[in-house]
């Protein structure tokens, strides 16, 4: 194996920190989305309203996994650095794998997030076709 210099962990750095970003802005637009489905459903209570916010739920909760794992990831890229300082290789090389493996476990994660995503989004199409084929049958 391969020793690890300082540029090996810091070249996650800017992967890692446009990932954290996209799940930011992810988790904002979740935040609006979230103001936005509790005055619908407060005005007119419907069983879509309700799926959402419970879709809403898991996605939020996956998200807020997935900044986890990737803050942690990003944590653990910093301390393999700091371990190839000061000598320690063997630990270092350890480190910056459980470093990959948060990050890989962070892009799961994502991919789980955006599949239930489309699943919301299936919702609202499936809600904008049903009074087209009411319409339609009369």
């Not at 916010?53 to 990831?73: A, K």
């Not at 301390?79 to 799961?108: D, E, P, R």
């Amino acid at each position: 194996m391969e020793e690890l210099s300082l540029t090996t962990p810091a070249l996650l750095f800017s992967a890692v920190s446009l990932i954290l970003l996209a799940y930011t802005n992810r988790f904002l637009s979740y935040a609006q989305l979230v103001r936005t489905l509790k005055e619908q459903h407060l005005q007119h209570p419907s069983k879509v309203t309700r799926a959402q916010i419970d879709n809403l739920r898991r996605r939020l909760h996956l998200t807020r996994t997935m900044q986890l794992l990737g803050v942690t990831s990003l944590f653990l890229c910093v301390v393999t650095m700091f371990l190839i300082y000061v000598g320690l290789m063997l630990l270092s090389a350890y480190v910056f794998g459980a470093a990959l493996l948060l990050l890989v476990g962070s892009l799961g994660v994502s991919i789980w997030e955006i599949q239930i995503s489309v699943r919301a989004l299936e919702i609202h199409l499936k809600d904008m076709e049903n009074p087209l084929d009411k319409r339609d049958s009369e």
